[in-house]
């Protein structure tokens, strides 16, 4: 499913620098203790003798957003288990809300910069609160790797992940599949953000037979999702789909359009091959799910970390791809996961 949109070098432990990729953002729905000092929901795969280890990679510590989703938890679980496979300390830790907490993060990644690990994972959702840490991280000698945000920061060694004007284009061409017009809902956590760039490839790219007709805010928050979806299709009963890149937003999705009784009238698409979103495709609630390769993120950004440590040159910025997910194909995507 891995499909390198950029050939050209990214920053290596020489300092190369190669072309990056326009305005592309990454994401989800949007970390293992650095040593024990790091604390939050944590897993860890501990220490492999030194001589085993890859030459110039030691440690890794990735700061990830939400361990609590089952995707971001299914990354840890890759994450940890081909730093043992490599021979790697690699641990990694995050808030235990399903709401990400970008103090917590950037904390966390502070003490692992104090730590000393040799490369820090991390899901810079807000820019600014990171690029101060990376830069930090840079002047200490630490690889960076990014993921699921693309090239919103440039201090990075390289991106991996989702690669969302894409994802945003995919989705608007599944939609558009469907039989007759298609008026379309969004719902965002809020304007502006790395949810816009997969809004704005969806209404870029929307066929001719899909209109948006509005979009509404949650503000991040799943137990505001219901109840924002429901106005939202109470001011535009014309509504057929009801489309969310939040994972965390499924619930309040099926809720609403139970509750409006629209059943088969209106259907949900979402992100993330979840529970939820399978019971929602089953039920007939949701039309379908993007299915992000969220061990393929894990896996890679670890080989990305290795070769820089040994001077290679690794790509800026790698789409770890997504697959969407009907009931059609629901079963062999799960045969796959």
């Known amino acids: 499913m891995k499909s390198y949109l950029e050939t050209a070098p990214a920053r290596t432990a020489s300092g190369l620098i190669g072309p990056r990729l326009g305005r592309a953002t990454l994401v989800g729905a949007v970390g293992a203790v650095a040593v024990l000092a790091l604390a939050g929901c944590s897993t860890s795969s501990g220490q492999a003798d030194e001589s085993s280890s890859p030459e110039g990679l030691q440690s890794i510590y990735m700061a990830n957003p939400l361990p609590s989703y089952a995707d971001w938890a299914k990354f840890d679980e890759c994450f940890t288990a081909h730093a043992k496979e490599l021979g790697i300390k690699g641990d990694t830790s995050g808030p235990t809300t399903l709401v990400p907490d970008n103090a917590f993060t950037v904390d966390r990644i502070s003490q692992a910069i104090t730590q000393g690990y040799d490369a820090i994972v991390m899901v810079p959702i807000e820019p600014a609160q990171f ?13 960076i790797g990014t993921v699921n945000t693309g090239d919103a920061t440039e201090l990075q060694d390289f991106a991996v992940g989702t690669d969302y004007p894409a994802y945003g284009k995919q989705v608007a061409e599944e939609i558009g599949k469907l039989d007759g017009e298609q008026n379309v809902l969004l719902l965002t956590n809020g304007p502006g953000g790395v949810g816009d760039v997969i809004l704005d490839s969806l209404k870029a790219n929307a066929p001719e037979n899909v209109t948006i007709v509005d979009t509404v805010f949650d ?119």
């Open 131 to 143: 690029n101060p840490l990376m830069q930090r991280a840079k002047d200490a000698g630490i690889i």
């Open 219 to 337: 503000g991040g928050d799943a137990s505001q999702s219901a109840d924002v979806v429901s106005r939202g299709l109470t001011a535009h009963p014309e509504t057929t789909i009801v489309y969310s890149w939040e994972g965390t937003a499924v619930a309040g999705i099926t809720t609403a359009i139970k509750e409006k009784d629209a059943v088969g009238k209106v259907f949900g698409v979402v992100n993330d091959l979840t529970d939820q979103s399978i019971a929602g495709i089953r039920e007939g609630t949701l039309y379908g799910a993007s299915k992000q390769n969220f061990c393929g993120m894990a896996t890679q950004a670890i080989d990305y970390a290795v070769a820089v440590s040994k001077g290679e040159d690794v790509p800026a910025l790698t789409d770890t791809g997504t697959t969407f997910v009907t009931e059609e194909n629901l079963d062999a995507e799960l045969d796959d996961k």
